[in-house]
């Protein structure tokens, strides 16, 4: 029997066109492929500004699901998140965000519940706004920038060529990792989807 209580689902990431294709917007990127692959034949788009957010209202699986893609800028990504989660009653444990993680090497997936921030400004905000840990994360790896490089830039600044061509799989298998937690648990998802290395994952749930 489905839970009462909807999910929330949030991609992070900054809004305007400027920034669309960084590194830094992929979490972005993941939930517009979930809608994509979710969104009923025919029906008109979905998307609609509520919360300083685009927010979508889909159904998987007998399962309310809200789409979130806060409009604030990375840093201050828990003002939309707190308000349609309180406004929806969705308790945190059914929060998932899909974010960037510079942590692990490009391409490689991890779906994680609670935990700190590990300086990602976005989850720094919503679990000072939210005073909880306890949501789900999906991390999305992009790599970090050489001994050298600026990390700020790094994350604002677009895939190159060579994991370009390979970022549609990669948000493909994040988008299918977000159902997995929402249908299977967050164990299953963990176990079908944590991965040492950037090789593909199962498609669990297209």
């Known amino acids: 029997m489905a839970d009462a209580s909807p999910w929330l689902l949030v991609g992070l990431g900054n809004p ?12 972005f990127m993941v939930v517009d492929r979930w809608v994509d692959r979710h969104l009923t034949p025919g029906v008109g788009s979905p998307w609609r500004e509520k919360f300083h957010a685009r927010m979508a209202l889909l ?6 699901v809200i789409v979130v893609q806060p409009q604030t800028y990375m840093n ?16 945190p444990q059914q929060i998932v965000v899909v974010h960037d993680e510079l942590d692990f090497e490009f391409g490689r997936l991890a779906v994680k519940k609670g935990g700190g921030h590990g300086g ?18 999906i991390r999305v790896g992009i790599g970090r920038p050489s001994s050298e490089g600026n990390v700020s830039k790094w994350v604002l600044a677009d895939f190159d060529e060579h994991d370009g061509a390979q970022l549609p799989d990669v948000v493909e298998r994040a988008q299918q990792a977000a159902s997995a937690v929402i249908i299977d648990g967050v164990k299953a998802a963990m176990n079908a989807f944590n991965q040492s290395s950037s090789s593909s994952g199962p498609a669990v749930i297209a």
């Open 16 to 27: 305007g066109r400027e920034y669309a294709h960084n590194r830094h917007n992929v979490g």
């Open 76 to 91: 201050r990504s828990g003002k939309s998140v707190v308000a349609a989660a309180q406004f929806h009653r969705v308790p």
């Open 120 to 137: 990602h400004n976005g989850l720094r905000d919503i679990i000072g706004l939210s005073g909880s840990r306890d949501f789900v994360r």
């Open 59 to 64: 159904n998987l699986r007998g399962q309310r």
